[in-house]
């Protein structure tokens, strides 16, 4: 498929998390979206880091559409911030993360944080024991619940 290719983190409302507005938007418009992570559970705020290549009219009305449907979309990336100062390199966020954007390097047993995979989820910010971790302004997703 030739045309754009656009990764979005879309954060699903409670309401919203059990209707199946991704199938619906590639039946609705010709675009391919390939979810590189979720976590969606029924009932909760649900945080989608995905893909979606296609036409550039057909991107846009994909993501026009999900927005209307209730879907909050922001760039990957602003999910959240590390303070390279506070961190202690402990390695819980690591031990829990779900997607695999906190690693730990087997070298020198330092973190690293990959944006590109964090789906905004709050469980690091929940973990952290120095307050190293903090929301990055996408969806304020400590407010969230999460
Ligand atoms: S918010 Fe934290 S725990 Fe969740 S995916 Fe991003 S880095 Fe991992
Ligand atoms: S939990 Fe906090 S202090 Fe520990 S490695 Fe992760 S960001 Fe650093």
Redesign the pocket.
């Known amino acids: 498929m030739s045309g754009v290719t656009k990764t979005v983190l879309l954060e699903f409302p409670p309401d919203q998390v059990g209707k199946p507005l991704v199938s619906r938007a590639v039946r609705g418009f010709e675009v391919e979206i390939n979810i590189l ?1 979720a976590r969606i559970s029924p009932s909760e705020v649900g945080r989608m880091l995905a893909v979606v290549e296609g036409e550039e009219p057909e991107v846009e009305g994909t993501l026009d559409f999900l927005s209307s449907s209730g879907v909050r979309i922001a760039p990957p990336g602003e ?2 911030a590390l303070d390279e100062e506070l961190c202690t390199h402990c390695g819980a ?1 690591a031990g ?4 695999g ?2 690693t730990v390097s087997r070298e020198d047993w330092k973190v690293a ?1 990959d944006m590109t ?9 929940e973990a952290c024991p120095y307050g190293a ?1 903090t929301p990055g302004g996408a969806f304020g997703f400590t407010e969230a619940g999460l």
């Open positions: 992570h999910g959240l966020c829990l993360c779900p997607t954007a906190f944080l995979r964090c789906i905004a989820c709050g469980i690091c910010v971790v």
